[in-house]
């Protein structure tokens, strides 16, 4: 069974940075797509971004010029920096890896991000 442990939430002012990291139990580049997801109270969980095994991003209007996820192969994990961070980014987030086949789809327990204003 493959894990995804987040890390990097907590509470931040409005204007600050977090950094959020991903390990996953498998390597990185044995799933198709890694992404983060975010949940706030009373909403469906949206992405907020995504990389693929080749290594194309995409991002959520939302958070475009202010977050970046990249990918650290050394220590198998996916990062997202998130910068400019305002009250509307507050929200549980989550690491999904998606490989080859609905089978092969994983969450991880999520990180709570609460940015105060």
């Known amino acids: 069974q493959v894990q995804l442990v987040e890390s990097g939430g907590g509470l931040v002012q409005a204007g600050g940075s977090l950094r959020l990291s991903c390990a996953a139990s498998?390597?990185?580049?044995?799933?198709?797509?890694i992404g983060w997801y975010r949940q706030a109270p009373g909403k469906q969980r949206e992405v907020v971004a995504s990389?693929?095994?080749?290594?194309?991003?995409n991002y959520a209007d939302s958070v475009k010029g202010r977050f970046s996820i990249s990918r650290d192969i050394t220590k198998n994990t996916v990062g997202l920096q998130m910068n400019s961070l305002n009250p509307e980014d507050t929200a549980v987030y989550y690491c999904?890896?998606?490989?080859?086949?609905?089978?092969?789809?994983?969450w991880g327990q999520g990180t709570q991000v609460t940015v105060s204003s």
């Open positions: 498998r390597r990185i580049f044995s799933f198709n797509v």
């Open positions: 990389i693929t095994k080749a290594g194309i991003t």
């Open positions: 999904h890896a998606a490989g080859y086949g609905p089978q092969d789809d994983y």
